[in-house]
């Protein structure tokens, strides 16, 4: 095996500390001369109105075991969600003192994104983007139209991908990505301490992990489980997350006390009631990925996704969970039904793990080193 940490140094560039990614670095910190760059540092408040809709710290660790660095964020409205949220001009000069060999960013979206592409097409510097964009029904529109003409002229200027599955592969070599710049590098979590021992409870448990907001479809879910209970009282829905439509979601499931509305919970309270469920539940209109997914995975839960949520194909496999068309609740009741009724079949453990195993830390370390080894 190459010595990376001799030969080579690795620069990452990403909008700010992220709860999946902060174990990953660790991992290829022990493996890879490494050093993230990041574009801002959210507040509380920033940090909840950009994806949770209230202000919170994560309470696990993000900035340890591996080296970074905060770069100067000229934006006003500093944000990971906007392209002009992270606008970092000077990210040139930071980089040239850790002299990189390579650079990856986490996606292209962001304006600092597009400041170090052009910084590596200045210096030839190898530079990869990682991002878990799929498909969508935009081909149509406006959008769609631009984007067909533009993305391939503008993906060309990478040297590859670091694509998490299988629907993102679909999207870059819809754009002109050749498949052989194409590297596999999973969607992962760090499954170690999403592992723990399962906690006794006393009803069948199905767990909704999202924000309540239209794109999650809270009331697909709150509708079909009303219509299960009525033929099966030992089952609970616990829902988790908060958002605008958290309000008329209690309003909607006010007559069945066993949907349960638990607010937003953080890592260490959220992996306590994956410990103590059954099945994860993901109902989105549309979702690049669904990392609940692989959470649910390491604990060792079933899940039941809609066809909008990338990582069906690749990790709804006979024994793991099933999926639905998206907004069908007859079809979601149906799926609920099943699983509930199979609730002691213990087959799902094996095909777990071996899912486990690919779309892990472990892999994603190999495709980072794929990516240096061949530019």
Known sequence: ME???????????????????????????KEINLKVFYCFNPSSDQQGKDGFGISFKWDVDLLSGYEY???????KRPSSSIRSGCDTPEVGVNLDLFNPTHIVTFGWHLKSYQQVLSYCRRKSIPIAVRGDS??????????????????PIF???????????????????????????????????????????????????????AKFIPLKRPFDVIDAFLQLHEENPDIELKMIGSGPLLEASIKRAAACKEIIFLGFKNQIDL????????????????????????????????????SEVGCSVDLIKPNTGLMYSVGNVTELLESM?????????QSCTTKLAELNSIFSFKRNVMSFEEFIASY
């Open 3 to 29: 010595d990376y940490n001799f030969k080579y140094r690795l620069a990452i560039v990403v909008s700010h500390p992220i709860q999946y990614y902060s174990p990953l670095f660790r991992e290829l910190a």
């Open 69 to 75: 660095e905060f770069l100067e964020n000229f934006s």
């Open 134 to 151: 799929k498909i969508d029904n935009t081909d149509g529109s406006i959008r769609g139209i631009i984007k067909r003409l533009y993305y």
């Open 155 to 209: 993906l060309k200027q990478y040297d590859a991908f670091l694509s998490v599955g299988t629907e993102n592969k679909r999207y870059l070599m819809k754009y002109g990505v050749s498949s052989s710049n194409i590297i596999f590098s999973p969607h992962a979590v760090d499954q170690q301490f999403w592992k723990g021992v399962k906690q006794a409870h006393n009803k069948f448990s199905f767990i909704w992990v």
């Open 271 to 306: 992996r306590n009631e994956y410990l103590k469920s059954d099945v994860l539940i993901l109902s989105s209109d549309s979702e690049t990925w669904g990392l609940v997914v692989n959470e649910a995975f390491a604990v060792g839960l079933k899940a039941i996704v809609s």
């Open 337 to 345: 039904k099943k699983i509930y009724l199979k609730r002691n079949n």
